[in-house]
Structure formats: C-alpha cells, structure tokens
C-alpha cells in the first residue's frame, strides 16, 4: 500500500525525490486500488489521479477506483460512479457493498463493477 497525503495524492511528495506515483513504480504491483470519496470532486479528482498513474512514466498496473463511503441513495454518489463506469471506462467498485467485487479485481478474478442498483 503507498498512502498519499491529500485530495490528488499521486502527486503527494513521499520524500524529497518522488511521489506516490514514484514509489508505485518501485513495487511493480499487479492492479492499483484508487480509493476516492464519493461526493463532490470526485470525478475530477479520480481523472487527475488516473491519468497520472496511467502516464508513461506512471505505474505499469490496470487501476480500480473504490468510491468510498457511496450511498445509493444519493443521486451525486451514483452520477459520479456512473460518469466514471459509462463515460471514462473506468473499472469502479464501491463501498461499503462492494467489497466482494473488490477482492475480485485485486486477486485477478473480473467481478461486478460499476453495478447500477438503486438504493
């Protein structure tokens, strides 16, 4: 796990010559778990962040996006999840109910992403 330190933290200084997306490379990991919170700046926070970790000089790793404390019941959580599932392609899960999928996707196994229950 490489923790970042603010709302884009790919780019969080993790000592004097690199970031996060530095010391991603270090570890050569197999699936990059992205975790976002749901509401407000998510989707440009998540883009920011996915482009830096997808760059050339990114992380050589397919990346997941966990939306973080969703609520089904809020019509911006599920408009940020489907704007990221359906416009950018991106591979979401979601929590808390989405754990299951999650594990999937770290472990290899394609699971449901992106689901569309309404809550």
């Known amino acids: 796990m490489v923790p970042g330190a603010s709302r884009v933290l790919v780019r969080s200084p ?3 010559d690199g970031d996060a997306v530095a010391l991603g490379r270090l570890f050569r990991p197999d699936v990059v778990v992205l975790v976002a919170d749901a509401g407000l700046g998510t989707i440009n926070d998540v883009r920011l962040a ?10 050589p790793a397919p990346v997941v996006v966990v939306l973080n404390r969703f609520d089904p019941a ?22 808390p109910g ?7 996707c770290v472990l290899g196994r394609p699971g449901r992403t992106g689901d569309r229950a309404e809550g």
């Open 14 to 16: 993790q000592a004097a």
């Open 50 to 59: 996915v482009g830096a970790l997808t760059a050339p000089t990114g992380v």
């Open 74 to 95: 809020d019509d911006l959580h599920r408009r940020n999840r489907d704007w990221l599932v359906d416009r950018d392609g991106m591979a979401v899960v979601t929590t």
């Open 98 to 104: 989405e754990e299951d999928a999650l594990a999937g």
